[in-house]
């Protein structure tokens, strides 16, 4: 089996792994939207509209910090519980490449939670975010 899809296979593999757990789904689809709700409206109440773009960043950093906490623990985790450590770790393949897939699906949960924040900033809130130098 290639690198490249031991990396696809993986990848795919702890997404449905992710999808299945309600607590995950939980952390990295809701929580960054109600943290950022909650921002939001604290922001709004101090009278300074220019630092909702600053609630929007921070709640977006806290899912994504979240995801990758709850979803890379949870992978060890997951992975003790059924047995699939002791042959992940001792497979023909190098361990980076093994966990590389792991990594890319919960840097993806986490990218969405700052993507999702900020969008509903921009919709509810009509947050502008300008990009200085893309």
Not at 80 to 107: I, K
């Amino acid at each position: 089996m290639t690198g490249l899809r031991v990396v696809r296979a993986g990848f795919v593999m702890n997404l449905k792994m992710l999808a299945t757990s309600s607590f995950f789904l939980v952390t990295s689809t809701l929580q960054p939207v109600i943290f950022a709700t909650i921002a939001f409206y604290m922001f709004r109440a101090g009278g300074q509209g220019g630092t909702l773009l600053y609630a929007a960043l921070g709640a977006g950093m806290m899912g994504v910090w979240s995801t990758t906490l709850y979803g890379s623990g949870g992978m060890i985790q997951w992975q003790r519980w059924q047995g699939t450590l002791e042959l992940s770790a001792g497979s023909p393949h190098p361990l980076a490449l093994v966990y590389l897939p792991f990594t890319l699906a919960n840097a993806l949960t986490g990218a969405y939670a700052l993507v999702a924040t900020l969008l509903w900033g921009r919709l509810l809130f009509r947050v502008r975010l300008h990009l200085v130098h893309p």
